[in-house]
């Protein structure tokens, strides 16, 4: 009476193809990664959030006799009806930006010093608390300190590149905040000039029609929300690439 000899695992092991060994990887790594919350999700939540804090930041604005909406389009606590949307369209812009931003200037913007190169969530973070720091004192340091435009915009300024040289120090990243600082001051200038709102103060740097120191919510609005975006939206778009190229 013949006896089965047992079976060797790593004989079994070695005897696999290439292609079964490889396909085995994968799903052992599938079977431990943790479900992501899906692309579109995520994009929608960033268009969520812009609204949101958008809403509430303006609104404090609006409140505090920065700026006023047209009587004719005010929803709710001085507000127009379109300011949720209009937020909410730009914190989609910021999750966008891996797709549409230059591969130096995303990297400039999503590798904060002293974490190799890397995103950061924590980092991320405390650069959105700065940015929102820096938007509710645009509207207290005015109307509660009766800080001139000029005082006022050095405070914020000292707070924004204070936050972009303790968590980035990239010559390129604080470019681009500057150049999103330009464009969302003229967004708004334009956005007066067709008579949308108006500033209740506006000064000469601000073409007569902003105040200048809006320059500095805007730059950071940029140096946080494109962080994000590297942290919750490019690792999930890069996953979504690799899927499809299997």
Known sequence: M????PIDPSAAAASASPSSASSLKKRAAASTTQPQTPLLTRLGLFFAAGALLGTIFDGLHANHDVLAYLPTEIAFTKLAWWVPPEFGAGGLLLGLAPWFLPRPVLRSLTSPRNNGGKPSKQVAWAQLASALTVYGLSSFLPYYAKLAHPTTSLVLGTIFLATWWKTNRRALALATCGVVGVGGSAWEAALCYVGKFKYVDPDTLGAGLVTHWIFWIWAGAA????????????????????????
Do not use: M, R
């Open 223 to 246: 140096l946080a929300g494109v962080h994000l975006a590297g942290c919750y939206i490019e690792p999930v778009k890069a996953q979504a690439g690799k899927d499809k190229s299997e």
């Open 2 to 5: 013949t006896t089965a000899s």
